[in-house]
């Protein structure tokens, strides 16, 4: 069975900290993919991560992949309010489907 | 501008009604898919469609039917046979070469009334 852990669920944490949320997958394909979607919209693509070792940065955020471990990480660098949001991880299967995993629900206090 | 324009934004539906949520896109990618989100869940695979003509069920594709007539459309028909209608529903398209990702619609939100 394909399947894509994010952890943790529900990441609650103060304005200028730094944290991490984990993707852990389960298939060989190795294309990683981070959605950010804001309460009552859709879903905004991020980050596409396509090869072992691939680092993306955004901002206050970075991406980065490693296949060897199955595991991508979402870092938060100094996080402000208008990071709150919930972010999903998509592993890649073949024929370009997605599997997404369930989502970390971010929210920044002051 | 290239896009996915999901329409309407709300939609209403009387219990025992059909109804149907409309999907277009200019991008020409190949594949769409409809995903269902409840509140505070992820997203879950109702039908996907790689080609016209074609498609294949998702993970709870019960009390739904789909069509892809035309390259550009995907439509979703909520059956009276899905007794739990009520969420936002999403609809995305992509190319079929690896790499790529999804481009997401900007949603349905359904509710049974």
């Known amino acids: 069975e394909l399947k894509v852990e994010q952890n943790p669920l529900f990441l609650s944490m103060q304005e200028g900290k730094n944290y991490t949320i984990y993707c852990n997958y389960s298939?060989?394909?190795?294309?990683l993919y981070w959605y950010r979607q804001d309460p009552g919209k859709s879903l905004e693509s991020l980050f596409v991560?396509?090869?072992?070792?691939a680092v993306k940065q955004e901002g206050r955020l970075m991406a980065s992949l490693d296949t060897k471990a199955r595991l991508s990480t979402l870092h938060i660098t100094a996080a402000v309010h208008d990071l709150s949001a919930t972010y999903f991880c998509?592993?890649?299967?073949?024929?370009?489907?997605?599997?997404f995993g369930e989502g970390t629900q971010l929210t920044v206090n002051p | 501008d290239g896009g996915i324009t999901q329409s309407p934004k709300y939609l209403f539906r009387k219990e025992g009604q059909n109804v149907t949520l409309s999907c277009e896109q200019n991008?020409?990618?190949?594949?769409m898919y409809w995903y269902r989100q409840d509140p505070g869940q992820g997203l879950r695979l109702i039908y996907y469609?790689?080609?016209?003509?074609?498609?294949q069920k998702g993970d709870i594709a019960e009390g739904y039917s789909v069509s892809r007539e035309k390259k550009e459309s995907f439509p979703l028909t909520v059956t009276s046979a899905q007794k739990n209608p009520t969420a936002f529903y999403l609809c995305?398209?992509?190319?079929?070469?690896?790499?790529?990702?999804?481009?997401f619609g900007s949603g349905t939100r359904l509710t049974v009334v």
């Open positions: 995305a398209s992509s190319m079929l070469q690896e790499g790529h990702g999804y481009t």
């Open positions: 298939t060989t394909s190795d294309r």
């Open positions: 991560l396509l090869s072992n070792g």
């Open positions: 998509a592993d890649e299967t073949s024929g370009s489907r997605l599997t």
């Open positions: 991008l020409n990618h190949d594949a």
């Open positions: 469609s790689q080609i016209v003509n074609d498609f």
